[in-house]
């Protein structure tokens, strides 16, 4: 699966919330389907636990700047929360 495609996807047809304090809110509400965190989070729960409130987290190869493109976007993303797919197939990321 292209990741770069899947997220643009996702933010284009679903529901997603980006940045940190978005993507906590949305993982402690039991919202996120899937939590999204680059390598230069900030927050230490994404970097070392493999799931945060029972919401299972893809540690993105990527820094934030890099997961920021990815997304199609022209800032830096640290951490985004994945709410609904849409019709995108990301769901079936592999997490750690």
């Known amino acids: 699966m292209d990741l770069g495609h899947a997220l643009k996807v996702a933010l284009q047809t679903g529901k997603v919330r980006i940045g940190v304090n978005e993507t906590i809110d949305a993982a402690k509400a039991k919202h996120a389907r899937l939590v999204i965190a680059s390598t230069s989070c900030p927050y230490e729960p994404f970097l070392h636990e ?47």
């Open 50 to 96: 493999s799931r945060f409130e029972k919401v299972p987290v893809y540690h993105y190869p990527g820094t934030s700047v890099e997961l920021g493109a990815a997304c199609g976007k022209p800032f830096p993303i640290s951490a985004l929360a994945i709410l609904d797919p849409g019709s995108s197939a990301i769901l079936s990321l592999e997490t750690s």
